[in-house]
C-alpha cells in the first residue's frame, strides 16, 4: 500500500491486501468491456499492494486491454477471470490465427503472463512463429523460432509441433537470409534426435550456407536478393551459379578471385546436385592459377586428383606455359607435375622440364639480387667467383643455389668460399651485420663447416689472399673490417704457426687489440697507416702511425694513443705528448694563455729533454723542431705573442715539474740562468719599454742596458733593473754610471729637465715590481728591490759632479735644482753655484723675476740684497712667505749658521725653572743669527702669515726662533688675533708678550 495516501494507510487494518483485491474484484466484475470506467478505481486498488493475487488480476485488465486492441473485439475482463486455462489458450490461438498481422505474435512472453500460460508457452510460441511467417516478418520468425530452441518442450507432441516449425522457418523458399537459415539448421541440428529429421535438416544447412557464401562472394545486398525473390523463375542456386559465371569473367585476371568463385560454384553444385565434370575442371584450372612460387599446394593438389590424367596433364601444360618469363615457377610447378602425374604416362616429360628448368631458374633468383651478364658468366671464371659472392653477401639464403651453380660449371669451393668472405669485407654495408654471416653454414657439408672454418683448413692460402689481395681493397677508416682481418691472420698462424708472416706475430695481435679500442672511441682513423703493412723502413713506420694518429689525439684518448704508437712502433709517449702540446697550442693561439693551462696537465708526460724542449717552443721564436715528420709551429706562431709575464709563469712551471726528478740539474742550470732576463723583460714590458724576444740569452753583455736605464724609469725602477743585471752577472755600478753618462753627454736643457724629472717623480712607486720578490724561483726573494738610496746617491753624485765640470754648469745647475727634491739635494756636499742657483730655483717657483739674475753671483757671499729684491717683487702670500724662509734657510745651510736658543731648548728650560729643578740659565748664543736677524725680522714684518706656518718655522728652524723680537711677536699679534695665545707661548720674550 505504498502508493496509497497517508491518511488513508492510518485508516486501513495491517493486513487490508485480501479486502482491497476483493474490491478491486468486485469493480472489475462490474465492468462490460476493457474500457469500462469502472476499471479505473479497480487499477488504483490494485496499484496500492503487491500480492500474487493483486498481480494476475492487474494481467488479466492488461491482457483484456491488449487482446481488445489486436482483435478488435470488446472483451470483458470478467470473462477472462471465469475461464480456465484451457479457454484462455483457445482465445490466444484464435487471435494469433485469425488476425496474423495484429502484432500480438511479437507478445508471446506478455500474453504468457498476463493469462497465465506458462505451462504453454512452446505452443503459443509456435502459433506466433507461424502467425510471423504469413506476414513475412522472417528476422521476428526466427528469433521466436530460436526461443524455441532455447526451452524445448518435453512431451512428444509438442517436440514434434516444434520440430516441424523449425523445418518449415528453414526451408521457407521466401526468406532470402540465407545466413539466418543456415545458423538457426545449425542450432536444430543439437536438438534433433531423430535421424530423418536430422539428416533433412543438415541437407537444407548445406545449402543454405553455399547459397550464403555465394551470396557474400558476390557482395549482394538485401534489396539483390529480395528482387531475386519477387521475380523468381529459377531456383535460387541456378541464379547464383549464373551470378558466378559472369563474376569469373570480370575478375578474370585476378587468379585468387576466379578459384574462390569456382570454389563456390563447385560447392553449390555439391549442395544442389551432382558435381558435374566442368565444374571439377574449372575449379582445378583456377586452383592452378593462383598458385604462386612456393605456396601450399595441398588444396590444388587435391582439386586435380578429381579429375582425369588426361585432363590433369594438360592443365599442368597449361600452368607452366605460362610461367615462360619465371624460371624459377616453372621449375616448381614441373616438380609438382611430376608428382602429381606419378603412375600415369605424362610423368616423365614433366621430370625432364624439370631437370631443364632448376638450373636457369637458380640462375634467375641469383641475376634477381645482383645484376648477372649471363654471357660473360658462362665464358669468365674470375667473374663466376666474383657475382656468385656478391649474390651470396647480398642475400645469404642463396649460398646454397651459389654452390648449385658453382657446381654445374665446376667451381672450387674452398675459392668460392673465400670470394665471399672477401665480399663480407669489402662491403658498404654495415660492417658488424656482414661479418656475422661468416658463421653461416655452407651447403652439402655438415652444420658444424662454417664460411670462416672452411677459409681456415688452407691456412697459408688464405694469409696470402687476405694480405696481397683483399687488404688493399679494404677501406683504410673501416675498423671492423680490418680487425677482422688481422683477426684471420692470427687465426691462420695458430693453425700453422710455421706459417710466413710480412709482420711478427706479437705486432698482428697488438694491431688486433688497438683496432678493438678505437671502435670503443667511435672515431676515424687510418688504420692502414697506422699499421704500416706496406713500409718495411721502421722511421717510415713511425712517420705514418703519429700521422696517423694525429688527427684524433685528444686530452682524453692520449694516454690509450701513446700506449698504442709505443707498443706497436716503439714510439716513446714523450714525443706524442710534445706534437700534441703544439697542436693544442697552434689551434689555441687567439687565447695563448688559455691554451698554455690545457697544456699544463700532460707535460708531466714529457721527459726532462722534452720538457727543456717545450720551453724552447714556447718562448724562442727562431727554434725551429720536426719530430716524426711534424713541423712544429709554436715557435712562429705562438712565442712571439706570449705576454712577458706569462713567460715568467711558464719558466717558474717548468722548474716546478723538474725539481722533482732525478736528472733535474739538466735543466735546472738553464733556468737559473735565464731567469733573471725572462724577469726584467716582463718588467721592462710592463713599463712601456720595447724590447727584443729573445730565449735563451746567450750574450749579457750585448743587452741594450743603457737604453732601458735611460727609459723614463724612476731611480726606484732603475735600481731593481740594476739588482737584476747584477744577477746576470755586468757589473751594476759600471752599467749605471755608463748609462748616465751617455745621459747627460751633450743635453740641452729641456733633455736635463725631463731627464731629471723621469728619474725623480712626483709619485715614485714601485709598486708594479713587487710582483718579482713572489717569483717561484730561487733568489728571487731575497732581492733588495726597495734599498734604492744607493742607487740614488750614485746618481746624484755623479749627476753633480758632471754638472759641476761642465761649461754650462749654472744652467745645468738650474735645471737641476728645479727638478731634485731639495731634501735630497741637502743630503750631498753642494758647491756654491750649486746653492745659489737652487735658491734662485725657489723664489722663481715663486714667481718668476728678471732682477733674480743680477743677484744670483753673489748671493752666496750676501744674500741681503736678493732677499729685499724679493721681498719688494713676491706677494705677500703664505706661499711667497715660505719660499722666502725657505731662501734664508738654504743661505744658513750652506753656511752653517745656527744658533743655541731653539725653541726646543727654551721650552725646556722654562719646564726646569717653573718646577724648580735648578737656577734659571740663560742660555748662551753665540751670536752667529746675528747677521740673519735683521732678514728673518724683515720677513716677520711682511702680511700673509698663517699662525700654522710660523709655528712649523718657528719650531724647526733655531735661528729663524732667536731672531724674533718682541715688537716682531706684537705686530704678529695684532696681524693674527686668533693666534694670540699660540704666539705669545712661542715668543723668546715669554709671557710677558701676552699682556
Not at 570480370?250 to 565434370?277: G, H, K, N, W, Y
Not at 642463396?398 to 663480407?424: I, K, Q
Not at 715528420?629 to 712551471?653: M, N, Q, W
Request: hydrophobic share 50%.
Amino acid at each position: 500500500m505504498a502508493d496509497a495516501a497517508p491518511s488513508l494507510r492510518a485508516l486501513l487494518p495491517v493486513d487490508a491486501s485480501a479486502m482491497i483485491v476483493a474490491a478491486a474484484t468486485e469493480h472489475v466484475q462490474r465492468a462490460n468491456g476493457a474500457g469500462s470506467p469502472s476499471l479505473l478505481p479497480a487499477r488504483t486498488l490494485l496499484s496500492w499492494v503487491d500480492s500474487p493475487a493483486a498481480n494476475a488480476l492487474q494481467g488479466l485488465l492488461d491482457a483484456a486491454d491488449a487482446m481488445e486492441t489486436w482483435g478488435h473485439v470488446s472483451i470483458a475482463p470478467r470473462d477472462l477471470l471465469c475461464e480456465s486455462p484451457l479457454d484462455r489458450l483457445a482465445r490466444v490461438q484464435r487471435l494469433l490465427s485469425l488476425y496474423p498481422d495484429s502484432g500480438a505474435a511479437t507478445h508471446v512472453d506478455d500474453l504468457v503472463r498476463w493469462l497465465d500460460l506458462q505451462a504453454h508457452v512452446s505452443q503459443i510460441r509456435v502459433w506466433a512463429t507461424y502467425a510471423l511467417l504469413s506476414t513475412r516478418d522472417f528476422n521476428s520468425a526466427m528469433h521466436e523460432a530460436a526461443r524455441l530452441l532455447e526451452a524445448l518442450p518435453t512431451a512428444d507432441a509438442d517436440l514434434s509441433m516444434a520440430f516441424s516449425l523449425l523445418l518449415d522457418v528453414v526451408s521457407c523458399g521466401s526468406c532470402v537470409d540465407w545466413a539466418a537459415r543456415a545458423h538457426l539448421a545449425s542450432k536444430a541440428l543439437v536438438h534433433v534426435t531423430d535421424p530423418t529429421l536430422w539428416s533433412v535438416l543438415l541437407g537444407w544447412q548445406t545449402k543454405l550456407a553455399a547459397l550464403d557464401r555465394a551470396a557474400t562472394l558476390l557482395d549482394l545486398s538485401h534489396h539483390d536478393r529480395k528482387g531475386f525473390a519477387d521475380e523468381r523463375h529459377v531456383s535460387e542456386h541456378t541464379w547464383l551459379l549464373d551470378q558466378l559465371s559472369v563474376y569469373r569473367e570480370i575478375v578474370v585476371d585476378q587468379p585468387d578471385a576466379v578459384l574462390r568463385a569456382c570454389q563456390v560454384a563447385l560447392s553449390l553444385e555439391a549442395a544442389f546436385d551432382e558435381t558435374s565434370t566442368l565444374a571439377k575442371t574449372n575449379v582445378a584450372r583456377a586452383s592452378l592459377d593462383a598458385l604462386s612460387l612456393h605456396d601450399d599446394a595441398s588444396l590444388a593438389l587435391a582439386y586435380l586428383a578429381d579429375v582425369s590424367p588426361e585432363t590433369r596433364h594438360g592443365l599442368w601444360l597449361a600452368r607452366f606455359e605460362r610461367a615462360a618469363t619465371d624460371r624459377e615457377t616453372q621449375a616448381w610447378i614441373a616438380t609438382l607435375a611430376s608428382s602429381s602425374l606419378q603412375g600415369t604416362v605424362f610423368a616423365d616429360a614433366f621430370a625432364t622440364l624439370e631437370a631443364a628448368s632448376v638450373h636457369e631458374a637458380t640462375l634467375d633468383r641469383l641475376a634477381a639480387v645482383e645484376a648477372i651478364d649471363r654471357a660473360r658468366f658462362d665464358a669468365d671464371e674470375p667473374y663466376r667467383y666474383k657475382m656468385l659472392s656478391a649474390v651470396a653477401r647480398s642475400d645469404p639464403a642463396l649460398l646454397t643455389d651459389a654452390y648449385m651453380v658453382a657446381d654445374a660449371f665446376g667451381m672450387d669451393h674452398w675459392r668460392l668460399n673465400t670470394s665471399f668472405l672477401e665480399a663480407l669485407l669489402v662491403s658498404s654495408d654495415v660492417r658488424e651485420v656482414e661479418l656475422k654471416k661468416v658463421h653461416l653454414p655452407l651447403p652439402f657439408r655438415d652444420q658444424t663447416t662454417t664460411v670462416l672454418s672452411f677459409a681456415l683448413t688452407e691456412p697459408s692460402a688464405l694469409v696470402q689472399r687476405l694480405l696481397k689481395h683483399t687488404y688493399a681493397q679494404v677501406d683504410a677508416n673501416d675498423l671492423v673490417a680490418l680487425e677482422f682481418v688481422w683477426r684471420l691472420v692470427s687465426l691462420a698462424w695458430q693453425q700453422e704457426p710455421t706459417l710466413s708472416l710480412p709482420l711478427p706475430i706479437e705486432r698482428v695481435k697488438l694491431l688486433i687489440a688497438c683496432a678493438k679500442e678505437l671502435r670503443k672511441l667511435r672515431v676515424t682513423v687510418d688504420f692502414k697507416a697506422f699499421a704500416c703493412l706496406e713500409s718495411l723502413d721502421v722511421k717510415a713506420q713511425a712517420t705514418s702511425a703519429v700521422h696517423a694518429m694525429l688527427p684524433i689525439l685528444t686530452g682524453q684518448n692520449i694516454r690509450l694513443l701513446t700506449s698504442m704508437l709505443k707498443r706497436v712502433h716503439g714510439i716513446a709517449t714523450s714525443s706524442v705528448v710534445l706534437i700534441y702540446l703544439d697542436t693544442v697550442l697552434t689551434k689555441s693561439k687567439a687565447d695563448v694563455a688559455l691554451a698554455y693551462e690545457s697544456c699544463v696537465p700532460f707535460a708531466s708526460g714529457l721527459s726532462t729533454d722534452h720538457v727543456l724542449t717545450f720551453l724552447h717552443l714556447l718562448l724562442d721564436p727562431t727554434y725551429s723542431l720536426s719530430l716524426f715528420g711534424h713541423v712544429f709551429a709554436t715557435p712562429s706562431d705562438v712565442a712571439p705573442i706570449v705576454p712577458h709575464k706569462k713567460r715568467v709563469e711558464i719558466l717558474e712551471d717548468t722548474y716546478a715539474l723538474l725539481s722533482a726528478r732525478p736528472d733535474k740539474q739538466k735543466g735546472l742550470a738553464l733556468l737559473d740562468a735565464q731567469a733573471p732576463f725572462v724577469v726584467l723583460t716582463a718588467l721592462l714590458s710592463a713599463w712601456d719599454i720595447s724590447i727584443d724576444v729573445v730565449f735563451p740569452l746567450r750574450d749579457h753583455h750585448a743587452l741594450p742596458v743603457t737604453r732601458w736605464l735611460n727609459a723614463p724609469l724612476s731611480l726606484a725602477q732603475c735600481h731593481v733593473v740594476l739588482t737584476l743585471l747584477s744577477r746576470l752577472g755586468l757589473d751594476a755600478d759600471a752599467v749605471w754610471t755608463n748609462s748616465i753618462d751617455a745621459a747627460l753627454h751633450d743635453l740641452s736643457l729641456d733633455a736635463l729637465a725631463a731627464y731629471c724629472q723621469s728619474k725623480w717623480p712626483h709619485h715614485a712607486e714601485t709598486r708594479d715590481a713587487q710582483w718579482v720578490a713572489r717569483v717561484r724561483l730561487p733568489g728571487f726573494k731575497s732581492l733588495p728591490l726597495h734599498a734604492s738610496a744607493p742607487t740614488e746617491a750614485k746618481w746624484l753624485e755623479h749627476v753633480q759632479a758632471r754638472v759641476k765640470d761642465s761649461p754650462r754648469a749654472h744652467d745645468l745647475l738650474c735645471v737641476l735644482t728645479a727638478n731634485v727634491p731639495p731634501a735630497k739635494l741637502r743630503s750631498v756636499d753642494l758647491s756654491a753655484m750649486q746653492a745659489a742657483a737652487s735658491i734662485v730655483s725657489t723664489l722663481r717657483g715663486v714667481c718668476d723675476d728678471e732682477g733674480y739674475a743680477t743677484h744670483e753671483a753673489d748671493v752666496m757671499v750676501d744674500v741681503g740684497p736678493l732677499f729685499a729684491h724679493a721681498c719688494h717683487v713676491l706677494p705677500e702670500t703664505p706661499r711667497a712667505n715660505e719660499a722666502l724662509a725657505r731662501v734664508l734657510q738654504q743661505w744658513q745651510a750652506y753656511h752653517h749658521v745656527t744658533s743655541a736658543r731653539s725653541w726646543a731648548a727654551a721650552r725646556d728650560a722654562a719646564i726646569v725653572a717653573r718646577l724648580g729643578l735648578a737656577e734659571t740659565t740663560l742660555l748662551d748664543d753665540d751670536q752667529e743669527e746675528d747677521g740673519m736677524a735683521p732678514l728673518w725680522q724683515e720677513l716677520y714684518a711682511r702680511a700673509g702669515w698663517t699662525v700654522p706656518a710660523l709655528t712649523a718655522l718657528l719650531q724647526s728652524d733655531a735661528v729663524a726662533y732667536a731672531s724674533l723680537r718682541q715688537d716682531d711677536v706684537e705686530a704678529l699679534q695684532r696681524a693674527l688675533p686668533m693666534g694670540r695665545l699660540v704666539l705669545g707661548l712661542l715668543s723668546p720674550c715669554g709671557t710677558s708678550s701676552l699682556r
